[in-house]
């Protein structure tokens, strides 16, 4: 049991308890409810007493690329940074350690910052997978597929192929899915896009792909289709409620009418979008319109966090400035979208997202004792606005605690650090990356 906390359930209703008590059996939240409501038999094993700290459903990623932790803040403000920094590290150096390693790391980052879900795509997946599992986190894990040879197959799409092994390993696990993640239209060929299409149906699980996010990309498909990506998508049919798009920053209307009528999911990259000076996404839009949207990080290399603090903080911020809306996104609104909105994008939204008997016992409480959380009128306003990734004290991952006192209960942050510090001097990433910075 929790008791004394101040709980956001985001359920439908928006239901919160100034001084409300959780109750948790198991993997499952069993009750939920006020202090004054407390049953007076009610027997537990353990009570935490949260002393007023904000309880909430665990946060929600809907893009990352979590063995991507090495390439943070290489490059940074290089133009082209992709092909001139990191992707000649990544065939240089990238193998299953490293990328085991880092994903290991990346989760940790994620769970001491109240993220307990998220939705990955990389390469290693499988290996990804294993970290996952073993970090007692819950989260979708999907191989890319591009038209290139890349570090963990030997052919240009072989991703397919290997998506297609490690789905049937991972069956039945009640935390972890594995998926299929096409890089983007441009760079697979109509019948891969299909046939991932085919393999999220036939495993029932989502997957994701880069969709309308370089300007490259709008001016390939009106040249070459006189189309929007968002269109060809749908020309080729594989437009579905199973596919998250991530990032979408340049969208017609026509195209927020496509998604909206295949119930396609959005995935929100907010740091990484602006980060890469590529725009600021029709979030407004798309919501009005009924579009389902998650918030994202993007990869430990593009937006440099893994954290959905500094997302939502970017998120008021860039989309008032945008619109010119002081009252534009109520806090209320954008802490939905880190949290049940997030799980409505990955198609989890009757597994977590909200504080409501029978969901997974997937939480986070952020501590009100420090200095920047005092006063507290709003709590979603703390949220945004006050709180940062250093408030979160304790996280719950299918009733196990992950994070407790700020600490990783089963894990120690710097023999993390460490073992990914000895892969990426196995493969001399670090000689590489100071020489690539030094001939550019």
């Known amino acids: 049991m929790i008791k004394n906390a101040w709980i956001l359930t985001m ?12 109750i948790a059996d198991d993997e499952k939240i069993l009750d939920v409810g006020t202090m004054a409501s407390l049953p007076s038999d009610i027997l537990y094993d353990k009570c935490i007493d949260a002393k007023g700290a904000i309880l909430l459903p665990g946060m929600v990623n809907t893009h990352t690329h979590i063995g ?13 940074r992709l092909r001139r920094f990191l992707f000649p590290l990544e065939n240089e150096c990238m193998n299953e350690q490293l990328a085991y390693t880092s994903a290991k790391y990346a989760i940790a980052e994620m769970q001491l910052a109240g993220v307990t879900t998220f939705f990955d795509m990389y390469y290693f997946e499988q290996q990804l997978a294993e970290a996952a599992e073993e970090m007692h986190s819950r989260g979708i894990l999907a191989e890319t597929v591009i038209d290139s040879v890349t570090v963990d197959v030997p052919e240009p799409m072989g991703g397919l192929r290997y998506a297609q092994s490690f789905m049937t390993k991972w ?5 972890i899915q ?17 046939q991932a299409d085919v393999l999220s149906q036939l495993y029932n699980v989502p997957w994701m792909m880069h969709v309308s996010e370089m300007d490259f990309e709008m001016n390939k498909f009106r040249e070459e289709h006189n189309q929007t990506p968002i269109e060809f998508l749908e020309e080729i049919g594989v437009l579905s409620p199973r596919l998250v798009a991530a990032h979408c920053i340049h969208l017609s209307d026509h195209d927020i009418e496509l998604l909206k009528k295949y119930d396609v999911k959005v995935a929100h990259c907010i740091g990484a979008n602006t980060k890469s000076a590529k725009g600021v996404a029709r979030v407004r839009d798309l919501l009005s319109a009924g579009v389902t949207v998650g918030l994202g990080t993007d990869g430990p290399s593009s937006g440099n966090t893994l954290d959905l603090f500094s997302q939502m903080r970017l998120f008021a911020n860039f989309h008032k400035t945008v619109l010119q809306d002081r009252s534009a996104f109520p806090a209320e609104e954008i802490v939905k979208l880190a949290t049940i909105g997030g799980a409505n994008a990955l198609g989890l939204e009757r597994q977590i997202g909200s504080i409501e008997a029978g969901k997974q016992a997937d939480f986070i409480l952020v501590e009100t004792d420090s200095v920047n959380m005092f006063p507290i009128f709003d ?9 940062n990734a250093g ?3 304790d996280v719950f991952i299918a009733g196990k605690q992950v994070v407790a006192g700020k600490t990783l209960v089963d894990f120690e942050e710097a023999q993390l650090r460490a073992e990914l510090a000895k892969a990426m001097e196995q493969c001399g990433f670090k000689t590489k990356a100071l020489k690539a910075m030094e001939e550019k």
């Open 11 to 22: 359920n439908e209703q928006m239901e919160q308890f100034p001084k409300g008590y959780i």
């Open 391 to 393: 408030n979160v004290r």
């Open 171 to 175: 069956q039945g696990n009640r935390r």
């Open 178 to 194: 594995v998926s299929v993640a096409p890089h983007a239209p441009y760079s697979n060929t109509i019948e891969v896009l299909q």
């Open 68 to 80: 991507m932790i090495p390439f943070r803040s290489l490059g940074d403000d290089y133009p082209d």
């Open 379 to 387: 709590p979603y306003s703390a949220l945004v606005y006050s709180a």
